[in-house]
């Protein structure tokens, strides 16, 4: 179906690379995403964070053109997925959560490889997956099967096959999962390489502290739908959650002692007398409550302040329940 | 799934080789092409005799080129017997005789069924034959005895005048030699005093001439004895004058007068007379005129032949009745197609199997190897690359099937190695059945990795549908080996297209041009389930992106 008129004036900005416009797909009665939309711009990494089920596979898949959405569109670099496939796919990058490689092929030539079915020539083929190596740190094993490489190696492998070909688009669907720290720090070293080199990317993934430490927006989907699409100060925000301030007294002060400080409350009162968790409104009243147990001859032993992070807000807007019931995320 | 690939391979297997168990491949009788070159009563019984058999349907074929091209038309045509000119007669005249049998020899089992229907009439033939000589040589033999009897009587009779006749002979010869004696004695006497007289005359012939030359030959002698005489008469005076010359003379010696003359010589005629020679004649003596030996000679009258008595003509009683022990009717085999007759199993075998392990090993590489794509996630990768999905899917078969002909061609290099398979005439041209079925091979292989969605659905699947297609396209046994009605069923095969160009290479020894049509055939067969697996192969990356 050509796109309508409304619909080609998706891309909103010159930059947006990646662009989803009310994306919808249902497996039978099940309605796997529901009028997902978002962007990309270029250079932006874009965290995509759902439990088990939420749609972040299914999403990925449409924006990879490996599944054909119900209703929606997607533009890779502005190009429309229906009306150009093989184009726009010329211009993305895909990065599953298997690694998708040939074992039995070794580094160099699996990246030589798919860098020749993405229409590269030889030379630039050759060229490219060598870079390719030496920025996932692979140029000393280029030559060695991929069965003999480290797990983490193979995931390093497997988001440089993504990027051989120097997309504009780079989707990657939970690139760390079972890697090493060392492996990982590679990983997030070559995706942030790549952001600044100006391609647009969409990030899935379980691990809230990566979306935190990578990414510049992220989009929070469950059922399907998009709950949340901002920075990840506003996520944060949106969850709702204020600091905590988790205090042990070697000698408790006098009762009362943190009713006159402004938004203070206690939570969660515990059976241990000695410990006390309080709710603060923000990081700035802790030196406050401190110099009132102080005044109300409390003698602290220690303390501990937990700022609300994005995880806090991803269990907030998702609901406590699990979410692993079905055998594959959608 | 596993468990029905074992049950359709027994189905398959079950019907296929019921022949060998005696079950015929079909209702229908096979046809059997005769070429009746000989004419004769003989070739006429053994076609009557053939065409009473209700298991095939005699056919006249004018040569045996017509016969062949019915062969090869005929899926139940197995064999052609051409009958060969003067069969009849030869069998008549105690000559073995040869029916000879062209075979094709891919229907072997269709051909040795009629062969030994065939054999048993031949055998039947032959005995019927020898009974009727033996009947008429046994009423010939009583007819002989009577005649030799009759004859050794009249043999007797002969032996009696002819002993008259040696004593008569030897009567003759002695008074023959006793007056060829005398007659001889008087001739010779009578020749002596011929001979005498003529020599007698002849001697006195000769004397009277060599006389009347001597009484010649004297007269010159004293003509020249009177001449010496007169000169010895001269030479004295001469001397005595001389002497008296000189005494008178004196001073005047100069001047003494010359001598007088000599006498002359005798001339030549009486010296050519003494030395002419004396010419004596030869006694002349004519005997043969007198002596007339056939004159001289008669030889006594020899006595008159008896009249013998007559000996039986046998040459005549035996040409007119003449009983010869016939021949045997056997049977010799050709090839009708120009092929062996004896055929290499292997040669039957290698491609066979050959053609098996390439499918087996064809549906699961593409099968499994998709599949392997699809867990990997390279499926789903190789799809966002950009490449179109047909063009991969063929890539990945053309990959697959230049494997499928080197395995094909490495297959052949060792069946012609190890177990000396004939190539044929033009072992080049077994590259096009070989690259057809490598073709629709990988094009089966697409098809089956789009139905079978696990590796343990393409393993069944694949396995079954390999050997299915190798049982019933007569990779494992000869196709005439199967009923009729799975034959045509195998037509859809691919398998049973190539194993027919490969058999018409290497069994039936035909040239190149017998494989187009089969590879062919397959390629267009391989080309169609292509197409079906191109369409399906969207389904393959369906469940890649699940």
């Known amino acids: ?330 | 799934m596993l468990a029905l690939a074992p049950l359709v391979i027994i189905t398959v297997a079950g019907f296929s080789l019921g022949n060998i168990y005696g079950v015929r491949p079909g209702s229908e009788p096979f046809y059997l092409v005769v070429v009746n070159d000989d004419r004769g009563w003989l070739a006429g019984a053994i076609i009557d005799a053939l065409g009473r058999d209700h298991a095939v349907s005699v056919v006249s074929a004018a040569n045996l080129g017509d016969a062949r091209a019915f062969i090869r038309r005929q899926d139940r045509a197995p064999l052609c017997i051409v009958i060969p000119p003067d069969t009849t007669t030869s069998f008549e005249t105690g000559s073995d005789i040869h029916l000879i049998v062209y075979i094709d020899p891919v229907k072997r089992l269709e051909a040795a069924a009629i062969e030994l229907d065939l054999d048993r009439l031949c055998r039947v033939v032959t005995s019927r034959a020898h009974e009727l000589a033996r009947k008429r040589m046994t009423e010939q033999a009583t007819q002989l005895r009577d005649q030799l009897i009759a004859a050794s009587d009249r043999m007797k009779a002969v032996v009696a005048q002819l002993d008259q006749l040696r004593r008569q002979f030897e009567h003759a010869r002695v008074t023959a030699q006793s007056e060829l004696t005398a007659q001889t004695r008087q001739t010779i006497e009578r020749m002596r005093a011929e001979i005498t007289v003529q020599i007698n005359q002849s001697v006195a012939q000769s004397k009277a001439a060599v006389e009347h030359d001597l009484a010649e030959r004297r007269e010159a002698l004293v003509f020249v004895v009177s001449y010496l005489e007169h000169l010895q008469a001269s030479q004295r005076d001469f001397e005595s004058w001389l002497i008296k010359l000189k005494a008178a003379a004196g001073s005047h010696a100069n001047q003494i007068p010359p001598p007088p003359e000599w006498p002359a010589p005798p001339g030549k005629a009486p010296l050519a007379e003494l030395s002419r020679p004396i010419d004596f004649p030869l006694p002349h003596i004519d005997v043969a005129s007198p002596i007339a030996l056939s004159d001289t000679y008669r030889l006594p009258r020899l006595p008159e032949l008896p009249d013998f008595p007559s000996i039986p003509d046998f040459n005549a009683t035996f040409s007119q009745t003449a009983v010869a022990l016939p021949g045997i009717v056997g049977w010799q085999e050709r090839s009708i197609t120009g092929g062996n007759v004896t055929v290499n199993a292997f040669d039957q075998y290698v491609p066979g199997f050959g053609i098996t392990f390439l499918l087996i090993d064809m549906f699961w590489g593409v099968g499994v190897g998709l599949i392997d794509e699809r867990d990997w996630g390279t499926l789903a990768r190789l799809h966002v690359s950009g490449a179109s999905a047909s063009g991969l899917m063929l890539g990945k078969l053309t990959a697959r099937f230049l494997i499928g002909l080197s395995q094909m061609i490495l297959l052949f290099g060792a069946g012609r190695l190890f177990f000396g398979i004939s190539l044929g005439h033009n072992s080049w041209a077994l590259l096009f059945p070989a690259a057809a079925i490598s073709f629709a091979a990988a094009a089966f292989s697409l098809v089956i990795a789009c139905i079978a969605n696990t590796r343990d659905a393409v393993l069944p699947i694949g396995a079954m549908t390999a050997l299915v297609m190798s049982a019933t396209g007569g990779c494992w046994w000869p196709l005439d080996f199967e009923p009729y009605w799975m034959r045509a069923a195998a037509l859809g095969m691919p398998t049973t297209w190539t194993m027919l160009a490969f058999n018409n290479l290497m069994i039936r020894g035909l040239d190149p041009s017998s494989v187009a049509m089969p590879a062919v055939v397959t390629s267009a067969i391989g080309v169609s389930v292509l197409a079906i697996g191109i369409l399906g192969s969207s389904r393959i990356y369906r469940r890649a992106a699940q």
Not at chain 1, 33 to 54: H, I, M, R, T, Y
Not at chain 1, 186 to 198: C, E, L, N, Q, V
Not at chain 1, 298 to 319: C, K, R, Y
Request: hydrophobic share 40%; proline share 5%.
């Open chain 1, 1 to 330: 179906m050509p796109p309508s008129p409304e619909e080609k004036t998706l891309v909103k900005s010159p930059q947006t690379i990646i662009g989803a416009a009310h994306l919808r797909k249902s497996y039978g009665s099940r309605l796997a995403v529901d009028d997902v939309s978002f962007e990309v711009k270029a250079g932006e990494v874009v965290g995509l964070l759902g439990p088990n089920g939420a749609g972040k596979t299914t999403t990925l898949s449409i924006l990879a053109t490996l599944i054909d959405p119900d209703a929606g569109q997607v533009q890779i670099a502005g190009i429309d997925s229906r009306v150009a496939p093989y184009t726009l796919r010329r211009k993305l990058g895909f990065v599953p959560q298997s690694i998708a490689l040939y074992p039995s092929l070794s580094a160099y030539q699996n990246l030589e490889t798919l860098a020749r079915i993405h229409g590269l020539t030889r030379r630039e083929s050759e060229n490219r997956s060598l870079e390719a190596l030496e920025s996932v740190g692979l140029r000393d094993r280029a030559d060695d099967p991929v069965f003999t490489l480290s797990g983490g190696m193979k995931r390093r492998l497997n988001l440089a096959c993504g990027l051989v070909h120097r997309p504009a688009a780079l989707l990657l669907d939970e690139p760390t999962v079972g890697v090493d720290p060392q492996s990982r720090e590679g990983i997030f070293s070559t995706i942030r390489t790549a952001a600044d080199s100006g391609v647009a990317i969409l990030y899935s993934t379980h691990y809230m502290e990566e979306v935190e430490r990578m990414c510049d927006r992220a989009l929070l989907i469950d059922e399907g739908k998009v709950l949340a699409d901002g920075t990840i100060a506003q996520l944060i925000e949106l969850g709702g959650h204020h600091p905590r301030m988790e205090m042990v007294f070697k000698k408790s002060p006098l009762m009362g002692w943190y009713e006159d400080i402004q938004g203070v409350v206690e939570l969660a009162p515990t059976d241990d007398e000695a410990k006390l968790v309080l709710e603060l409104t923000s990081l700035r009243q802790v030196s406050e409550v401190l110099e009132h147990a102080h005044s109300a001859h409390g003698q602290l032993l220690e303390f501990a302040v937990h700022s609300p992070n994005l995880s806090d807000a991803f269990i907030t807007l998702t609901g406590h329940g699990l979410r692993d019931t079905t055998t594959q995320d959608q």
